[in-house]
Every structure is written in C-alpha cells, then in structure tokens.
C-alpha cells in the first residue's frame, strides 16, 4: 500500500514510550501522526482531519474524554472516531467513555496484532459508514428532486390548461405567457400569424420593439438557444424568450428547459389548430354568402320564368282567338278552314306542352330554392 493510500491515524499519549509502541504497531498499515497531549491532539485533528483518534485516558490538562468530547462538538470533525487507550476496564470507565461518544476500548499494555485488528476493524466501520451516508445522501437527494419533478409536472399540467379556451391567436399568447409565469420565469411571446403577420406581447403589454428584434435575431438559431440567464425557443410560428433562467441552480435550469419548451411546443399545434379553425369558418362564411347569393338569383329566374309561362299562354289564346276570327273574311271553303285551324292547332299544341315540359323542370327548380333557403333560415 502506498503512503498516500494509508489512512491517517493520530495518537496521543503522555507516556512516550507507549506513544513510540503503538506508532510502531501501526505504521505498516497507516499513516502516523502522535501528539503529547490532549490539547495538541486536538489542534492537529482541526487541521489534518485523521480518519482516526486513538487517545489515552489519562492525561494531564486534558484527559482522553474531555478529548473525545471537543472532537464530538466540532462539526468539522465531529465524524472522526476515537479508540481509548486505558489500563481500566471497568463498566463505569466504559460508560463514560461511551458518554462523550467514544468508539472502543484498548487494554494497556496493548497487544500488537489486538490493537492493529481493533484500528482495522473501526477504519472499516468507518468506510462502511462513509458508504452508507453517501448512499443516504443520493437516496435523500434522488427522492427530493422527484419531489420537485413532481411539483414542477404539476405547473405544467396547470399550465396546459390555460390553453383550453383560447379562440383567438391574443387568447393563445396571454395563455403561453400566464404558463410560463407558473415557473417564475420572465418571458416575451410572438406568434407568427397568416400573411406573416406578428403578435408579440409581455406579462405587461404588447412587447417592445428591442424585445421583438432579439427574438428575432435568436430565431435564427437553434430550437433551445440559452446566453447566460437568457433562452430562446423557436417553433415555426410559436416563440418565447426568457430573461431570467437560474443558472445558479443548473438542475432546474435544465429541467425549466424541458419544461417550457413542452409549453411552447404546445402553443405551436394549438396555434395550428386555431388558424385551420379560423380559416374553415371564414370558408363557411363565404360558403354561406354564396348559397345565399345563388339562392336569390335561382329565385329570380324562378318567377320570371312562371311569368313568361303565363304570359305565353294568354299569348297563345289571344292569337287562336284572332286567327280564328280572320277565317270569317278569307272566303275560303270549309275545307280549306277546318285544314288551316288544324294545322294552327297542332301548332299551339305543340308549343303549350312544351311550356307544360318546362313546368316539371319549373317544380323542382323552385323546390331546391325552397330548400336552400330553409338551410340558410337554420344556419
């Protein structure tokens, strides 16, 4: 084992003897520093941190339990363990000993291989503990930021909520703008409409002209663009910039990013689903003005059409009556009359079932119209 690899051990002793002993008990395994007494000990572990303390009991000025006690009310090193050195063994040294928060006892006159199993043992302990605090400590840091996931999926499932009835493109930016405030970000919003026409606003109002040429220039750049506590996201027609991200904090910054960006993801479908929605009732509207255009012109030709037909029939009477009345002063034979109104008659006949034809077609024209003004009186 390399020396830099040997655990640090203080050892304080007033007995020098004892203290040059142990020193050479321990210095295959472990790095050895010793001191004289209890209150060098002390200044030497506040400066070296020893990963352990073996002390005597008796001490002159500062014994091994008022010692272990300081090392115990010194948060710096209030984790290094310390093994009594003692002649006594009795259960009241004990309990004292266990009383200032002392790891064991060694017996003087100590045993070589006893006391370096003991030192190994507590060196052991002690990386074990290491271990689990460390595990305790990413267990307790693991359950603390699902406890902020957790909290910070809840803003965003709240904040998804503001979008619910928005029916304009100023309804959808108000919105984005209220979620991202949810996170105690700063933001600025534009929405690309058609026609490439721009809605850009604040928490406060429509957004200022440097406000929009940054977003802008940003724009160009990637989807997620972040310069120190400034970030951009881009979306084709859905924007933000944000002016105060934590950088101090680089866990939620990176979890804000995440998450706003899923907000303004959001507001770009949104978006797209409210332009198709604007446009297919702007489509019905014209759609509707047309029928009715159509329906009043088809109504227009429907009654000057059963007028003409009208109108053609007392036409059609008057000239039989007239021909009728001329026959008188032709002097013509009667056969010659009766072959003349024949050929007249045939003549009208074929015209009036010609209009009779045209009056089918002149029902059901007229039963359309009826139709489509019912669906425009409904609509």
């Given at each position: 084992?390399?020396?830099?690899?040997?655990?640090?051990?203080?050892?304080?002793?007033?007995?020098?003897?004892m203290?040059?002993?142990?020193?050479?008990a321990l210095?295959?395994?472990?790095?050895?520093?010793?001191?004289e007494?209890?209150?060098t000990?002390l200044?030497l572990?506040q400066q070296?941190?020893?990963?352990?303390?073996?002390?005597?009991?008796k001490?002159p000025?500062?014994?091994?339990?008022e010692l272990?006690?300081?090392?115990?009310?010194?948060?710096?090193?209030?984790?290094?363990p310390v093994?009594?050195?003692?002649?006594?063994?009795?259960?009241?040294?004990?309990?004292?000993g266990?009383d200032?928060?002392?790891?064991d006892?060694?017996?003087?006159?100590?045993?070589?291989?006893?006391?370096?199993?003991?030192?190994?043992h507590?060196?052991?302990?002690i990386?074990?503990?290491?271990q689990l605090?460390?595990?305790?400590?990413?267990a307790t840091?693991?359950?603390?930021?699902?406890m902020?996931?957790?909290?910070?999926?809840?803003?965003?499932?709240?904040?998804?909520?503001?979008?619910?009835?928005?029916?304009?493109?100023?309804?959808?930016?108000?919105?984005?703008?209220?979620?991202?405030?949810l996170?105690?970000?700063?933001?600025?919003?534009?929405l690309?409409?058609p026609?490439?026409?721009?809605?850009?606003?604040?928490?406060?109002?429509?957004?200022?002209?440097?406000?929009?040429s940054?977003?802008?220039?940003?724009?160009?750049?990637?989807?997620?663009?972040?310069?120190?506590?400034?970030?951009?996201?881009?979306?084709?027609?859905?924007?933000?910039?944000?002016?105060n991200?934590?950088?101090?904090?680089?866990d939620?910054?990176?979890r804000?990013?995440?998450?706003?960006?899923?907000?303004?993801?959001?507001?770009?479908?949104?978006?797209?689903?409210?332009?198709?929605?604007?446009?297919?009732?702007?489509?019905?509207?014209?759609?509707a003005?047309?029928?009715?255009?159509?329906?009043?012109?088809?109504?227009?030709?429907?009654e000057?059409?059963r007028?003409?037909?009208?109108?053609?029939?007392?036409?059609l009477?008057?000239?039989?009556?007239?021909?009728e009345?001329?026959?008188?002063?032709?002097?013509?034979?009667?056969?010659?009359?009766?072959?003349?109104?024949?050929?007249v008659?045939?003549?009208?006949?074929?015209?009036?079932?010609?209009?009779?034809?045209d009056?089918?077609?002149?029902?059901?024209?007229?039963?359309a119209?009826?139709?489509?003004?019912n669906?425009?009186?409904?609509?």
């Open positions: 084992m390399n020396d830099h690899d040997k655990p640090l051990v203080l050892i304080v002793d007033d007995d020098l003897f203290l040059d002993f142990i020193f050479d210095s295959e395994t472990c790095n050895v520093i010793t001191a007494n209890g209150k000990a200044l572990a070296q941190h020893p990963k352990l303390v073996l002390a005597d009991v001490m000025e500062m014994d091994g339990y272990c006690r300081q090392i115990k009310d010194d948060f710096d090193i209030s984790d290094t093994l009594f050195l003692s002649a006594l063994d009795g259960i009241e040294d004990r309990l004292q266990f200032v928060g002392g790891e006892f060694v017996l003087k006159p100590a045993n070589p291989r006893v006391l370096q199993a003991k030192v190994a507590v060196l052991q302990l990386e074990e503990r290491q605090k460390s595990q305790a400590q990413y840091n693991t359950a603390m930021l699902a902020v996931s957790m909290s910070e999926t809840g803003l965003l499932i709240e904040g998804l909520k503001y979008f619910n009835n928005c029916s304009a493109p100023l309804d959808l930016a108000k919105a984005l703008i209220n979620a991202l405030a996170f105690e970000v700063e933001s600025v919003v534009e690309i409409l026609n490439d026409e721009s809605l850009a606003v604040n928490a406060r109002g429509p957004a200022s002209a440097l406000e929009v940054i977003m802008h220039h940003m724009s160009s750049m990637d989807r997620i663009t972040q310069f120190k506590s400034r970030m951009s996201i881009t979306y084709p027609h859905s924007r933000a910039f944000i002016s991200m934590p950088v101090h904090d680089p939620r910054c990176g804000l990013r995440d998450n706003l960006a899923i907000l303004v993801e959001f507001t770009e479908y949104r978006l797209e689903a409210l332009n198709i929605m604007l446009q297919a009732k702007q489509r019905d509207i014209t759609i003005a047309t029928v009715k255009s159509l329906t009043m012109a088809l109504s227009n030709i429907d000057k059409q007028n003409g037909r009208a109108s053609a029939a007392i036409i009477n008057s000239v039989t009556a007239r021909i009345a001329s026959l008188v002063g032709l002097q013509l034979t009667e056969r010659q009359e009766t072959s003349f109104i024949d050929i008659r045939y003549g009208l006949e074929d015209v009036s079932n010609t209009l009779h034809a009056a089918d077609f002149q029902d059901q024209l007229s039963q119209i009826k139709a489509l003004q669906t425009i009186t409904k609509t």
